[in-house]
């Protein structure tokens, strides 16, 4: 009993040893707001002068924001990948990592709905869509599901939390004072029963199961956004199982990056293992194939009956103006990752790190070829019109708005992380053996 009790102590302080302010944290914190700050300023410019200041125009009307708002969408749906399908399932191995999914999703799910706010001309009118928002129109239904994504995500991260806080407030002493008074207030008087912990799971699991039709809704109803046009690039009927598999894609290179960073600053060596970087390593390749599958099934057909407008578009794409960038993302984010962790070494943290790196930034410009190449051929010819109009060309105003969704992204992952366990203690604890597992389902 005695060296049990020993062993919850050290799991406790190893996993709550980072919730401190560190100097490291406040550089990082203030370079955050910093570029924050700076970014915010470019967007109070568009405010005062209108969208002109970016580069988006009458005809490529979708620019980086969309861009960027379909990418924190896809990446948001993570938190439902590992926590509900995997979790539902009962696979154990992702429990070191499932609430660093969680955080991201939060965070991704968060900003998601600002970034719509930033490609707003007049943001002061965003109640209009719940107002005067139409059944009929996909705009409406994107906003709900957006929200509804998001408050699911928001109460599966903190039931999920609840019993760490209140262990951590009643177990620990090496916490600061106000760390301690403000765990003593979020753990709602929560006290480690069966019968409350029983109540827990009930709720969490109920939470998994919505969660699950939900993440499939956000990126699905996203995609008809583009599907339910009839521009060549858009008109697919595949268009929802395509993204929901690319925001797989995104969301899981997302969590190896995390898991990469927290083991190394928060000292998780021993609880995130290299082990857990081999299976989600697999997880990623396997989802990576599936992307590649509907990749080539979205080019090939159109490819193979080369309709006017399609050619136009594929050219484009294959040898045009975006070729390098097309390519580039095909290659280097997508088939050269997968061929290089079908090699076990290449499973391993540092290698993970860096495919992740690319596997994430090449998600992002996949999503910039999904919106704008098709802007820039509309049905009718474009006459007498500046050239700016013709050709998108992101402006640094818009670079710079775009760049503040990020920094507030990791602003919330730093907080939540920071401040909160990113490991289940109590789960740990239970997987460990150092604690009975008192909950029984009814």
């Known amino acids: 009993m005695d060296e049990n009790k020993i062993a919850l102590e050290k799991i406790t302080e190893d996993l709550t040893f980072h919730i401190r302010i560190t100097r490291g944290f406040k550089i990082w914190m203030g370079f955050l707001i910093i ?3 700076i970014c915010l300023y470019a967007y109070s410019r568009q405010l005062r002068f209108g969208l002109g200041v970016a580069g988006i125009r009458d005809y490529v009307s979708w620019g980086l924001y969309i861009a960027n708002f379909v990418f924190f969408v896809a990446t948001s749906l993570i938190g439902m990948l590992i926590s509900g399908v995997l979790g539902l399932t ?8 499932s609430r660093i999914a969680e955080i991201i999703a939060v965070a991704f799910a968060a900003i998601a709905g600002v970034v719509i706010i930033m490609d707003m001309g007049r943001p002061d009118r965003l109640a209009y869509v719940f107002i005067y928002g139409r059944f009929q129109s996909p705009i409406l239904w994107d906003v709900t599901v957006v929200t509804t994504y998001f408050v699911l995500s928001a109460l599966l991260l903190f039931l999920t939390m609840i019993t760490d806080i209140s262990w951590v407030h009643t177990k620990t002493d090496h916490l600061p004072g106000w760390v301690k008074r ?3 207030v979020l753990s709602l008087n929560w006290t480690d029963t069966p019968e409350k912990n029983a109540i827990i799971r009930r709720c969490v699991r109920i939470l998994l199961i919505l969660i699950i039709p939900c993440a499939l809704a ?4 996203t995609s008809w956004l583009f599907a339910m046009t009839t521009r060549p690039g858009w008109d697919s009927t595949i268009f929802g ?3 929901v598999s690319g925001a797989f894609v995104s969301g899981g290179a997302a969590v190896l990056i995390a898991m990469f960073f927290f083991r190394k600053n928060y000292k998780l060596h021993e609880y995130i293992t290299d082990n857990h970087f081999e299976k989600m390593g697999r997880l ?5 194939f599936v992307y590649l599958y509907f990749n080539i099934n979205e080019f090939l057909v159109p490819a193979f009956k080369l309709k006017t407008a399609e050619a136009i578009t594929l050219n484009d794409l294959f040898i045009g103006r975006f070729a390098f960038l097309f390519w580039a993302v095909q290659l280097g984010g997508l088939i050269i990752p997968i061929i290089l962790l079908l090699v076990r070494k290449m499973r391993t943290p540092l290698p993970l790190l860096i495919i992740s790196l690319a596997v994430f930034i090449g998600s992002w410009f996949k999503r910039y070829i999904i919106v704008i190449p098709t802007q820039e051929h509309p049905y009718l010819p474009i006459q007498y019109v500046p050239y700016n109009f013709k050709v998108y060309t992101p402006t640094l105003t818009e670079i710079a708005i775009t760049l503040a969704s990020f920094f507030m992204v ?3 992952i730093t907080v939540l992380s920071k401040f909160f366990p990113v490991i289940p203690i109590r789960e740990t604890a239970v997987e460990r053996g150092l604690l ?3 909950i029984k389902d009814e």
């Not at 956000?218 to 109803?221: A, D, F, G, P």
């Open 410 to 412: 990791l602003i919330i």
């Open 35 to 37: 570029g924050l700050c």
């Open 241 to 243: 199982p395509y993204f």
């Open 436 to 438: 009975e597992d008192e």
């Open 90 to 97: 009962g696979i154990k191995w992702i429990t070191p990592f």
């Open 182 to 184: 403000s765990y003593k």
């Open 218 to 221: 956000i990126h699905t109803v």
């Open 284 to 288: 990623l390749v396997l989802v990576m």
